[in-house]
Nanobody, 124 residues
Framework: QVQLVESGGGLVQAGGSLRLSCAAS????????MGWYRQAPGKQRELVAA???????NYADSVKGRFTISRDNAKNTVYLQMNSLKPEDTAVYYC??????????????????WGQGTQVTVSS
């Protein structure tokens, strides 16, 4: 099976920085895309930043110029560097991996996975 484990959330003052990490584990052969989403109380989950299968990065307009997504393919890990944080960035941040191909016994399977979420709170 595949698991995504996130770390790096916490409480920070406005203008501060945090770095989130998400590591995918399991008998993984390949991953199409990885990215970060967030969900604030009473709101729908939204894209923050993500890599496409082609390797390009997409960002939500609200985080462009402040957040940077990066990826270590050898470690199946994706990072989100968040600078100049604002109170409106407060949310639970979820890691996503899509098109994950993994082995179980002599067979290969594919699926999409989510992390458990990590809380980011920005105080004003």
């Amino acid at each position: 099976q595949v698991q995504l484990v996130e770390s790096g959330g916490g409480l920070v003052q406005a203008g501060g920085s945090l770095r989130l990490s998400c590591a995918a584990s399991g008998s993984i052969s390949s991953i199409n895309g990885m990215g970060w989403y967030r969900q604030a109380p009473g709101k729908q989950r939204e894209l923050v930043a993500a890599f496409t299968s082609g390797g390009s990065a997409n960002y939500a307009d609200s985080v462009k110029g402040r957040f940077t997504i990066s990826r270590d393919n050898a470690k199946n890990t994706v990072y989100l560097q968040m600078n100049s944080l604002k109170p409106e960035d407060t949310a639970v941040y979820y890691c996503n991996a899509n098109g994950v191909t993994y082995a179980r016994g002599s067979h290969f399977y594919s699926g999409d996975y989510w992390g458990q979420g990590t809380q980011v709170t920005v105080s004003s």
